[in-house]
């Protein structure tokens, strides 16, 4: 080996023993606060909604926590937050938390059915990845999630049948025949 490659190779071993623990960046406390609660949610809400409307709408606690609240037709379908901790004046840690469901699970955990799922589930890696997007400053990479992308097959029904002319609402009544569903001009 010559000395060229003993230099590259101890570089990159530098270099990885620099990276943050995870959920923590390099970032200060006011630029990651910054950073997510002016941060875009378009990309996440294309690439997970259940063919239904959804909305996001963000609300932050000043450089303490922001969070979201997914909407449909007026109700709550879930909220997630995202609290910040300072660990020193360069760089913050990132806790994520979801609303819980009144069995007290997390919301769209994977394992659970809903009638007209707003997003599809487990959404937690999404969430963790559009989060981990603004404060990286990159782009939203549904790529970056585990290959447990999706369990959800009624959302992915509802996407499909979005595509062919179809609607959906929270409100729809169980049973609702595919007559009922097709979208009103």
Not at 4 to 9: E, K, N, P, T, V
Not at 51 to 59: D, F, R, T, Y
Not at 99 to 113: I, P
Not at 164 to 170: E, P, R
Request: hydrophobic share 35%; net charge positive.
């Amino acid at each position: 080996m010559n000395n060229r490659q003993i230099l590259l190779f101890s570089g990159l071993a530098m270099l990885s023993a620099c990276s943050e623990p995870p959920g923590q960046y390099k970032l200060g406390l006011h630029d990651a606060y910054e950073r997510l609660a002016k941060g875009d949610f378009n990309d996440f809400k294309f690439e997970r909604h259940c063919g239904i409307l959804i909305n996001i709408a963000s609300q932050g606690q000043r450089e303490r926590a922001v969070t979201w609240h997914v909407t449909s037709s007026g109700l709550r379908m879930l909220s997630f937050t995202a609290t910040l901790t300072p660990v020193d004046d360069k760089t913050t840690k990132v806790e994520v938390s979801i609303s819980r469901e009144a069995n007290g699970r997390e919301a769209y955990d994977g394992t659970q059915q809903y009638p007209r799922p707003a997003v599809n589930q487990p959404v937690r890696p999404a969430i963790e990845e559009k989060i981990a997007s603004l404060l990286a400053g990159r782009p939203y990479d549904a790529k970056r999630m585990a290959a447990e992308y999706s369990s959800d097959s009624i959302c992915t029904l509802q996407r499909d049948g979005r595509e062919i002319g179809l609607c959906f609402s929270v409100n729809d009544k169980p049973g609702m025949s595919a007559n009922e569903a097709w979208c009103r001009k």
